[in-house]
């Protein structure tokens, strides 16, 4: 995967051709962005959904999983009882953060209607028990390592999202999030303007103001990247060799862990055969 950057857009960038002193940056991605809600999508535009939304895990630069919400986390000997504490930190709306939102979200994920596409990282998720405000237990029946990494997904508002519809509820494109970042525009050509969070409980966000621009096709990304309308987006590998001649433009190429694979259902009678699945 490409992504592309002008050499002079970092954190301390103007606005490009303006003389305001305002950091911003300019955004441009080919997906349709249908809602913000974190436990409804996986993965899809998750660089958006964790501008707004944060959860309990984060993931660093070198792929540890670590505090985010949380402030610390002790597993039992036995690798079957997680223990959250919660730093002192508020949604959008100045309600503070609780135990109570850390249950109510997995609760929500388990929720068969909800049709989450985490549910099944869930499955091993027994209870979720609410100790203190601030303190919450997560107890799984079996042990699992990967609980921490699935526990990244964006955390709800309980006082926001109960008694509502979760896949209806007005909220998932006008959200109450708790994340570095308030989304304050979704204009009706489907740009979506996000302001920093000055309430924010981790480091304050240096650039002041986010534009994406979506439902771009990749020869107007390369046109808008060559105008210098966009700060970054991702390109093809089909389009590198163009994009290198652009003398204001840096191609960064991104590292990434996903895989591709074909799974057989053993349980049919075809597929049960080795040399059928050799044959595939």
């Known amino acids: ?26 955004y441009g ?3 349709s962005i249908e809602h913000l809600n974190p436990i409804l999508t996986e993965e899809g535009h998750s660089e958006l959904q964790s501008l707004v939304y944060r959860g309990l895990m984060k993931q660093t630069e070198t792929n540890d999983v670590v505090g985010d919400v949380a402030k610390s986390v002790t597993i039992s000997e036995d690798e079957l009882t997680y223990t959250f504490m919660l730093h002192e930190a508020t949604w959008h709306d100045g309600q503070p953060i609780t ?17 989450s596409p985490y549910f099944s990282d869930f499955q091993t998720v027994v209870a979720v028990e609410i100790v203190d405000e601030q303190t919450v237990q997560i107890i799984v029946n079996e042990p699992t390592p990967t609980l921490l990494h699935k526990l990244k997904v964006g955390l709800l508002p309980q006082h926001i999202y109960e ?3 979760i ?3 007005p909220q998932n494109t006008a959200p109450v999030g708790n994340g570095p970042y308030l989304l304050k525009n979704w204009s009706a050509d489907d740009v979506l303007t996000f302001e920093a969070n000055e309430r924010f409980y981790s480091t304050t966000p240096e650039i002041d103001k986010i534009i994406v621009f979506t439902k771009l096709d990749e020869n107007a990304k390369l046109l808008r990247l060559k105008s210098g309308d966009l700060h970054i ?9 163009a994009v290198e001649a652009y003398e204001h433009v840096e191609v960064k190429t991104l590292q990434t862990a996903d895989y591709r694979a074909l799974q057989f259902n053993q349980q049919h009678a075809q597929l049960a055969d080795e040399r059928v699945r050799k044959a595939i």
């Open 29 to 31: 991605i080919t997906k």
């Open 167 to 169: 896949l209806t509820a």
């Open 163 to 165: 008694g509502q519809d």
């Open 1 to 26: 995967i490409m992504c592309l950057m002008l050499t002079a857009c970092n954190t301390a960038t103007k606005t490009v051709n303006t003389q305001s002193t305002e950091n911003v940056l300019r």
């Open 99 to 115: 135990a109570d939102d850390v249950k109510f979200t997995p609760d929500q994920i388990k929720t068969p209607e909800v049709a």
């Open 233 to 241: 987006a991702q390109i093809t590998p089909q389009q590198k060799k």
